[in-house]
């Protein structure tokens, strides 16, 4: 198939095609007597592949274990060491952001809590229950005697 037809079945379009080859992530397409680009299927399973990764938060160098697995004649490009290597380090990078934006929610939640709380002191109109479920669960557990949210 020719970089535009390769480029519409992956939904991307011929100038990654050929960034992609340039950078090395792509083998490069046969060429025809016509001196156009020939892919075929195996570049489309790459091409798949890398997007798939991207649209969960992989660099493209992040990528690149993935299709060099594809390429080595793997059925799958998550079938090799190096590409599982990479899958626990995404998983440990997301794993410190979720932990972080959980500190960084109930930090936001007790903030939230607390101006409640000084608004309707001060008679400010401010809502009779809290906003938010994480500001009414850590109201509760205020008021049960726990500070921590």
């Not at 080595?72 to 590409?83: E, I």
């Not at 290597?85 to 410190?96: F, H, N, P, Q, T």
């Not at 008679?123 to 994480?134: F, M, R, S, T």
Request: with cysteine.
């Amino acid at each position: 198939m020719r970089i535009g037809e390769l480029a519409e079945r992956a939904g991307t379009t011929p100038r990654t095609l050929r960034y992609y080859e340039s950078l090395g992530l792509l083998p490069p397409a046969d060429r025809a007597g016509n001196g156009y680009r020939s892919y075929g299927e195996e570049h489309l399973r790459m091409l798949e592949q890398i997007r798939t990764l991207q649209e969960y938060g992989f660099g493209l160098e992040e990528t690149r274990p993935f299709v060099e697995c594809l390429r080595a004649g793997h059925a799958a490009g998550d079938t090799c060491a190096a590409s599982l290597a990479v899958y626990r380090s995404k998983l440990a990078e997301i794993d410190a952001w979720v932990d972080r934006l959980t500190s960084v929610r109930a930090e936001v939640a007790a903030q939230l809590l607390r101006a409640e709380r000084e608004a309707g002191a001060a008679g400010g109109d401010v809502a009779a229950e809290p906003l938010c479920e994480l500001t009414a669960a850590h109201a509760e557990r205020h008021d049960e005697g726990t500070s921590t949210p």
